[in-house]
T-cell receptor, first 111, second 117 residues
Framework: NAGVTQTPKFRVLKTGQSMTLLCAQDMNHEYMYWYRQDPGMGLRLIHYSVGEGTTAKGEVPDGYNVSRLKKQNFLLGLESAAPSQTSVYFC??????????FGSGTRLTVV | AQSVTQLGSHVSVSEGALVLLRCNYSSSVPPYLFWYVQYPNQGLQLLLKYTTGATLVKGINGFEAEFKKSETSFHLTKPSAHMSDAAEYFCAVTLPMTGGGADGLTFGKGTHLIIQP
């Protein structure tokens, strides 16, 4: 099925470890986004990309890096994980403001 | 910058009663507005959206919302609640895309809808 695929779905990290979350979309969308969801906070934008090779900071970018080397992939990196980064991460893609497609999420726990 | 306020982090209604979830927005220009639903341990599902045109928007599962510019509101309603409606609901806003590209959705903090039998 066409859509947004996030890997992995679950991960447990130790403080200080690094990891990369992968988001892949097969709809040829231009725009891609990474959000984090925390209880009582809604979804907050971490970083986004308006096209291949571009990235921009969102509302809560500190502690994260991103790359969009290929149009269909948007990677979110944590260089040195902290317990405050325990969250559910959602990727989304869009071709216009008329519609956004979300992935199923990655549940990350940092201990 | 745009923002969204959802009044009430938890709303409880009886099965069969009216569901009303409140959303107010702040935006410098007429925005596009969305309602999403999230069931436990799942992703986000689009309920409905307003971009332009008719201000009363009908969505899936019997939900609808009305864009009221004068009140800067986009409240979500359903005439008769069902047990299966129990979930988290998010209101979101974005601005019509400009040549600079889309900077994504801005979400409210969510409203947890509880259905009492």
């Amino acid at each position: 099925n066409a859509g947004v695929t996030q890997t992995p779905k679950f991960r447990v990290l130790k403080t200080g470890q690094s990891m990369t979350l992968l988001c892949a979309q097969d709809m040829n969308h231009e725009y891609m986004y990474w959000y984090r969801q925390d209880p009582g906070m809604g979804l907050r934008l971490i970083h986004y990309s308006v096209g291949e090779g571009t990235t921009a900071k969102g509302e809560v970018p500190d502690g994260y890096n991103v790359s969009r080397l290929k149009k269909q992939n948007f990677l979110l990196g944590l260089e040195s994980a902290a317990p405050s980064q325990t969250s559910v991460y959602f990727c989304a893609s869009s071709q216009s403001n008329y519609g956004y497609t979300f992935g199923s999420g990655t549940r990350l726990t940092v201990v | 910058a745009q923002s969204v306020t959802q009044l009430g982090s938890h709303v409880s209604v009886s099965e069969g009663a009216l569901v009303l979830l409140r959303c107010n927005y702040s935006s410098s220009v007429p925005p596009y507005l969305f309602w999403y639903v999230q069931y436990p341990n799942q992703g986000l599902q689009l309920l409905l959206k307003y971009t332009t045109g008719a201000t009363l928007v009908k969505g899936i599962n019997g939900f609808e919302a009305e864009f009221k510019k004068s009140e800067t509101s986009f409240h979500l309603t359903k005439p008769s609640a069902h047990m299966s409606d129990a979930a988290e609901y998010f209101c979101a806003v974005t601005l019509p895309m400009t040549g600079g590209g889309a900077d994504g959705l801005t979400f409210g903090k969510g409203t947890h809808l509880i259905i009492q039998p």
